[in-house]
């Protein structure tokens, strides 16, 4: 039997991800110390992530296997950019100082 769901769910969806975001940017322009902000922003980055994943990319009806290939795929693809993007920021900024 398939699972299914109507636009009420995209719709509240969509919402909650607007009211995290507004969230987000009220969090970042408050008087909080960083890393009180680092840890919110973190936090609701990866469940607007998980979110999108589960119901824009349809993965909450999907196998468990498909979802895990889904997410190892995301989490290393964003490892290794994270690796080529670090590696760079570190010659750029030993350049600049010379």
Do not use: C, N, Q
């Not at 469940?47 to 995301?74: D, Q, T």
């Amino acid at each position: 039997m398939e699972k299914t769901h109507g636009y009420k769910t995209y719709w509240v969806t969509w919402f909650v991800l607007l009211a995290l975001t507004l969230g987000m940017l009220a969090v970042d322009d408050g008087p909080f110390p960083k890393l009180a902000v680092l840890a919110v922003l973190l936090v609701a980055m990866a469940v607007k992530a998980s979110a999108i994943g589960a119901y824009f990319m349809h993965l909450r009806f999907e196998k468990p296997r498909l979802v895990l290939a889904v997410v190892a795929g995301l989490l290393l693809t964003g490892a290794l950019l994270f690796g080529v993007i670090a590696f760079d920021a570190r010659h750029i900024l030993r350049v600049s100082h010379r």
